[in-house]
């Protein structure tokens, strides 16, 4: 029997392009931070619940999108303002950055179950018109595949443009590397750190909004998407913006091509698929821990020519 891979070929690349969106925030936070943001999957819950909230309360998708995004990025702020930087003043090092922001996805996700259980969303969903554009074998390219691909191609370029074409970017970069001389230059350390949250948590919370599109949204949708956003960033290297989207679309692709496969001719239940993330970050810790954007292609090319293969 042939397997038809088009329709995991297609979920592969959905869910890659939002998991890249998902981890584009996490990339810019630690380039920047340097702190293993736990709580990152909970902006991608709050985006999620206020995209599903506002479309089925009659407000159209693209303003949602908006709204989620100023939600995301408002908390991302608020978490930084009231954990992470009060932990920061003090000398805490990075491990203990690393517990809080555990500690604090925990509340901020028990908060969105109670709000959730009251209000009798646990679980939710944007209800919106899908339409069918075009068929490629037996899988459909939808309105969502619409908006899913094009914002995630849009946000990886703007974000680098950002970074490596603006003051700011440039600011945040120096930031990056030494914040204490950053701040004897002269550079508005604190403005700048804020506005990294709100482009970090913002995106994220986008990405969240389109999960409420494309699935079903709980209070535990950041957190068990979490793997897969660390996976992502762990590939691009933490600090490139393409390497983030390469990373996404392989996680993407490894999860849905890979376990249908496996399901298919070896009779894997698709619950393993989460272990095909760890699988994935335990190998490029092993064989490429810069990732991706560590990999000198250009190097490597001319050392291949010159060796006549």
């Not at 397997?3 to 925030?25: E, H, I």
């Not at 517990?99 to 969303?121: E, H, K, P, Q």
């Not at 700011?168 to 990056?176: E, Q, S």
């Not at 914040?179 to 482009?199: F, P, Q, T």
Request: net charge positive; glycine share 10%; with cysteine.
């Amino acid at each position: 029997m042939t397997l038809d891979l088009s329709v995991p070929l297609m979920n592969s690349l959905t869910l890659g392009c939002m998991y890249t969106l998902m981890a584009l925030g996490l990339t810019m936070s630690y380039s920047v931070t340097k702190i293993s943001n736990f709580a990152h999957g909970e902006l991608v819950t709050l985006g999620g619940y206020i995209t599903a909230l506002s479309v089925n309360r009659g407000i159209n998708l693209p303003i949602s999108l908006v709204l989620a995004f100023i939600a995301s990025a408002l908390l991302a702020v608020a978490i930084d303002e009231l954990v992470y930087k009060p932990l920061i003043k003090k000398g805490s090092r990075p491990l203990f950055l690393l517990v809080a922001s555990i500690g604090a996805g925990l509340v901020v996700r028990y908060l969105m179950f109670i709000y959730a259980d009251l209000r009798g969303v646990i679980t939710i969903q944007a209800r919106t018109s899908v339409e069918i554009i075009a068929r490629i074998g037996r899988a459909a390219l939808t309105t969502v595949h619409l908006w899913v691909f094009p914002i995630t191609a849009v946000s990886v370029a703007l974000l680098h443009l950002m970074f490596h074409h603006t003051k700011p970017g440039k600011a945040l970069r120096a930031m990056a590397d030494n914040e204490d001389l950053a701040r004897v230059s002269g550079i508005r350390v604190y403005v700048l750190r804020r506005l990294m949250w709100v482009v970090a948590g913002g995106i994220t919370g986008v990405a969240g909004g389109l999960w409420a599109v494309y699935s079903i949204v709980t209070p535990q949708t950041g957190w068990e998407a979490l793997l897969r956003v660390f996976a992502s960033s762990i590939i691009g290297g933490f600090v490139s913006f393409w390497g983030t989207i390469v990373g996404g679309i392989t996680i993407g692709l490894a999860e849905n091509i890979g376990i249908s496969i496996m399901n298919e001719y070896f009779n894997v239940s698709t619950a393993y698929r989460p272990l095909i993330s760890f699988v994935v970050i335990v190998l490029v810790f092993l064989f490429r821990p810069s990732g991706v954007a560590g990999i000198d292609v250009i190097g490597w090319i001319k050392e291949k020519m010159g060796r006549g293969e």
